[in-house]
């Protein structure tokens, strides 16, 4: 069997060099079954260029087909776009480069796009531990994502970049796949909003995996609450139910604090997760009124 199709795998990185080693090692033998072939493109979002040796060193010691470019503007949808713009493939992945997919991961995406019509298909991360994490932690299931029967279709707000393939017709006629008004975070379910109400259908995976390397820096309170009130600062952006959400935010808030010190008598995981959800909401009222609390994005 001869194959027709090309995969473009693209990775945003930024001055995480052994991360993207360790990724792109992780590509360079990835199961086809001869049903496609396929590529990489690394998209440095460092003016630097930290990335670059890591890629030479990559196509100096293996069979992996690499494009390295650069976005110099610190800005995650810049990045994304500027890899799209590299990406030659009939199909585009999308990885992050502090993960690593299992062997399979690029076929199971590939055919199950095949078996269900589907524009695109998202896959499970699973968080990966170097160190025991703090206990509160494990319970809290503060790193874990959610995951669906293989098939379903997946609603915007449920998808992300993470682990995705989808075809390359679909940005037909998009100018601007990611709007770079989001900065930091939340361009990804911008960029699904707009697909989904443009009448794309994407699809579950749960076979597709990758795991997510989660350091000893992410396992801290700083950390989880900095990310929900970066979460919160981009969220309206979101041109939907301004209004309504804003609504929700108003009630949220004082019903989240009063039920703090309640929640604390049950552990900390759970004083921990309704803490996520307050500042989540606190810096979504803010950012409605003009006030960014969380500019910039922790790895």
């Known amino acids: 069997m001869t194959a ?3 995969v473009t795998v693209c990775i945003c990185t930024f001055k995480r060099p052994l991360l993207l080693r360790r990724l792109l090692d992780a590509l360079v033998n990835q199961v086809t079954n001869n049903a496609f072939t396929y590529s990489v493109v690394v998209a440095d979002n460092d003016r630097d260029r930290s990335g670059e040796a890591t890629v030479a ?10 494009r390295y470019c650069v976005e110099p503007l610190q800005n995650i949808a810049l990045t994304r776009n500027r890899a799209l713009k590299h990406a030659r493939g009939d199909l585009v992945a999308f990885i992050d480069d502090d993960e690593i997919p299992e062997a399979d991961w690029l076929y199971r995406l590939f055919s199950t796009s095949i078996e269900y019509a589907a524009d695109g298909v998202l896959g499970p991360v699973k968080p990966y531990f170097d160190t025991e994490p703090p206990s509160w932690v494990t319970k809290g299931k503060f790193f874990d994502r959610p995951a669906y029967a293989t098939g379903r279709t997946i609603a915007w707000f449920e998808a992300r970049t993470g682990n995705v393939l989808f075809n390359r017709t679909i940005l037909t ?9 989001f900065d930091t975070t939340g361009e ?6 707009r697909m989904v109400e443009d009448g794309r259908r994407f699809v579950w995976c749960d076979k597709a995996i990758v ?14 609450l900095r990310r929900a009130m970066l979460r919160g600062s981009n969220f309206h952006k979101h041109p939907r139910h301004r209004l309504r959400n804003a609504a929700k ?7 989240y604090t009063v039920a703090l010190p309640v929640l604390a008598l ?17 810096s979504r009222l ?12 922790e790895t």
């Open 249 to 255: 935010s108003i009630i949220a808030v004082p019903c």
């Open 173 to 181: 006629g998009v100018d601007t796949p990611f709007r770079p008004e």
């Open 57 to 66: 060193a990559v196509l100096a010691t293996t069979s992996l087909s690499v």
């Open 188 to 193: 990804d379910v911008d960029f699904f909003r």
């Open 211 to 224: 795991h997510e390397l989660v350091p000893p820096s992410r396992c801290t309170r700083r950390y989880l």
């Open 286 to 297: 803010f950012a409605f009124a003009g006030v960014t609390l969380i500019t910039t994005r």
């Open 4 to 6: 027709t199709l090309h």
């Open 266 to 282: 049950f552990g900390q995981h759970l004083f921990i997760a309704y803490l996520i959800k307050l500042l989540d909401h606190t």
